[in-house]
């Protein structure tokens, strides 16, 4: 099992519990700490402990190094640990490195959220290559959804190759938001009688005046609904922080805050009143709450929340996002509409799924060979 970053953290972890489970397979788990403080968040709430930790990030580091990083450290665990395969998930540099390294070393590649695509290399960046060109390395695919399969099957992915397992961030979500959730003093100033817009940006294509769009409609909201509130966790990137602190800092009823802990962030999802993110995951985890979601990008990998109607597309045109928000905030059946929709990704029992399909395929493996 290898990941990096938070957000595969979170999705891998029901995976890795479900393999601890079951007692003749050994599970080695393998981060790279592509994003540090936000990965061990993490592996602290679900109680993993990895084998090797890469220990990779740097401050302002690119994608040339950690790529060169990944395949580094994992050439001298693969030739030491000899897996029986490798389990990656998603879309990250650390997914495409880690299965490039199996690869060289002549070891089977699991994908787990395989099969997403916008068919545009360049949005999102760098994710839309490293999610296709491990889906070109994997040798078995968990999709999400039916879409995420036809996505494969038309690139020429066997179909005996892929299986739909429902989405793991639903396992993960469900097992951690609690009712009547406890924040403690980090939203101590959030008046949560008021409508809370959680919003989040980080994405490199919305960097610079993409952002200024999307927040000055956040400000534009703000000033003309007195009873609602922007909940913004900034990420760490100074590119994203800069912009934020210049132009919504000390605004009246905007909260920037650090970035939360997954267990307090998916409870604030859960008390907020509508999501405006460039976030993949969020898509997901959001309408599983009944938020509904405003996606602020052009181009979107889960086009099943689009047609179940779940998300809407408002990339970072200024004009766009205040109207379809505003829209949400006055008309009650459209926020209906929206919050009530079937979450097209899971019904929380993805890695079970998962589990099932790896058993057997290490257990016909390890038979072949002997």
């Known amino acids: 099992m290898v990941f990096g970053t938070r957000p595969e953290a979170i999705k891998m972890a029901p995976v890795v519990k479900e393999l601890k489970k079951v007692k003749d397979i050994d599970t080695v788990v393998v981060v790279t700490a592509q994003h540090r403080e936000m990965l061990d968040q993490v592996l602290r709430l679900f109680a993993i402990k990895p084998d090797y930790d890469l220990n990779l990030m740097e401050e302002q580091q690119d994608l040339h190094s950690i790529t060169a990083g990944v395949l580094n ?111 403690g003093a980090v939203l101590d100033g959030v008046n949560f009688d008021n409508r809370i817009l959680l919003v989040t940006t980080h994405r490199r294509e919305n960097w610079g005046s993409g952002m200024k769009r999307i927040y000055q409609a956040l400000i534009d909201l703000v000033e003309e609904f007195s009873d609602v509130e922007v909940v913004f966790p900034v990420h760490r ?24 802990d997954y267990e307090p962030f998916v409870n604030l999802m859960n008390a907020s009143y509508l999501v405006l993110t460039d976030s993949g995951g969020m898509q997901e985890e959001a309408p599983s709450l009944g938020k509904p979601v405003l996606v602020l990008r052009d181009t979107t990998e889960r086009p099943e929340a689009l047609q179940a109607g779940t998300v809407k597309l408002v990339g970072t045109n200024q004009k766009k996002i205040y109207e379809e928000a505003k829209l949400l ?22 890695a079970q799924r998962i589990v099932r399909v790896l058993i057997d395929f290490l257990y016909a493996r390890i038979g072949a060979q002997s």
């Open 237 to 260: 990137n100074p590119t994203v922080k800069d912009i934020a602190e210049e132009m919504l800092g000390g605004r009246e009823r905007f909260h920037l805050i650090e970035p939360l």
């Open 329 to 350: 905030l006055t008309d009650a059946r459209e926020y209906e509409k929206m919050a009530r929709a079937v979450n097209p990704y899971g019904d929380g029992k993805a």
């Open 73 to 183: 450290g994992m050439k001298d665990i693969l030739q030491k640990e000899k897996p029986n395969m490798v389990i990656v998930h998603g879309d990250t540099t650390t997914t495409f490195a880690a299965s490039l390294a199996a690869f060289y070393e002549k070891v089977p590649v699991g994908h787990v959220e395989a099969g997403l695509r916008t068919r545009n290399k360049y949005s999102p960046f760098p994710e839309e290559m490293n999610r296709t060109l491990t889906g070109r390395l994997a040798d078995l695919h968990f999709a999400p959804t039916d879409t995420a399969r036809e996505n494969l099957l038309s690139e020429s992915t066997a179909r005996l190759k892929i299986w739909v397992t429902g989405n793991t961030v639903i396992d993960a979500l469900l097992e951690t938001v609690k009712p009547g959730y406890d924040f």
